[in-house]
């Protein structure tokens, strides 16, 4: 256990701070972030040349280096030796939050692990700036970010997700999103669905409607930028698997799973013990002594 005090005698100590960057208007950084950037010894940036852009902007001229997908290990142990010798990090990602869905997990893991101070800044982030507008509910929600690119791992991942109740959060590029928007046809069904492109800037759009309507608008229109998809639950009522067969005698189990999910009497033992944590001959022998 370690309980952080995040501004005790941070003068004496490293520091890793986590700086959200703007998703597409500058003027959606903060004052606080601005001062950070400045005072801060090292910036570690997803990509250096985007970063630099803005502390151009923004008159910033503290030392900058690459911290990415590619390089986040060796990067990461200099980032650590740097941090427990003294030096205020400032970790960034090309925009929005570090570490959601960019690199800046396993720096974070890696300072904790040497009770180094990490300090996060709260700030521009897509997926909950497309949730608030997206007319679909708040919360609960589920950020799940971007899906495999591979279409079979992409069906198994939206298949784990068809039963989820909270509403959905994805992020996507333009030239995966039809197959994307397909195979979420396919597997959850014709859920409602805001598409989030532009967020903050002069072109920002929402396209909301059905999974069917927007699939007909992505093939009637051009792809462009970056987009979050924000998709309805599911609305399925869910079995309790602590409780539902809580009421029933084994053979009663049993009888549920062969008459009602028509399994085989082999497999309804199975799975009955399985539901009720006891051995299968347990189930089987209670089963048939009662026939």
């Known amino acids: 256990m370690w309980q952080q005090k995040s501004f005790d005698n941070q003068e004496q100590k490293g520091i890793l701070y986590l700086v959200p960057t703007p998703i597409g208007n500058l003027e959606d950084i903060s004052y606080r972030a601005i001062r950070i950037l400045k005072e801060a010894d090292l910036i570690a940036a997803e990509d250096t040349r985007n970063t630099m852009k803005l502390l151009h902007y923004f008159e910033i001229e503290t030392p900058i280096v690459s911290y990415h997908e590619h390089n986040k290990e060796s990067s990461g ?15 960034v990602s090309d925009a929005g939050m570090p570490a959601i869905s960019d690199p800046g997990y396993e720096l974070v893991n890696s300072a904790i692990n040497e009770k180094i101070t990490v300090v996060p800044l709260p700030g521009a982030n897509a997926a909950l700036t497309s949730l608030i507008a997206s007319g679909l509910s708040c919360q609960p929600f589920y950020f799940f970010g ?9 069906l198994k991942q939206l298949e784990s997700l068809k039963q989820q109740q909270a509403t959905l959060i994805f992020y996507e590029s333009p030239h995966r999103l039809k197959e994307t928007l397909a195979l979420m046809e396919q597997v959850l069904g014709n859920r409602k669905i805001a598409l989030c492109r532009e967020l903050t800037k002069k072109f920002e759009e929402f396209i909301r409607g059905s999974l069917k309507e927007i699939i007909q608008w992505a093939n009637q229109n051009e792809i462009r930028g970056e987009f979050c998809l924000i998709v309805e639950g599911s609305n399925e009522q869910v079995e309790d698997t602590d409780s539902w067969w809580a009421e029933l005698t084994l053979e009663e189990h049993v009888h549920y799973y062969i008459t009602v999910k028509k399994q085989t009497s082999k497999e309804a033992i199975k799975l009955t013990a399985k539901d009720r944590g006891v051995p299968k001959r347990e189930v089987y ?3 048939h002594l009662q026939r």
């Open 285 to 287: 022998q209670a089963y």
């Open 77 to 91: 142990e200099k980032l650590i030796h740097k941090l427990k010798d003294g030096l205020k990090i400032a970790l």
């Open 146 to 154: 971007f899906l495999h690119r591979n279409k079979r791992e992409k």
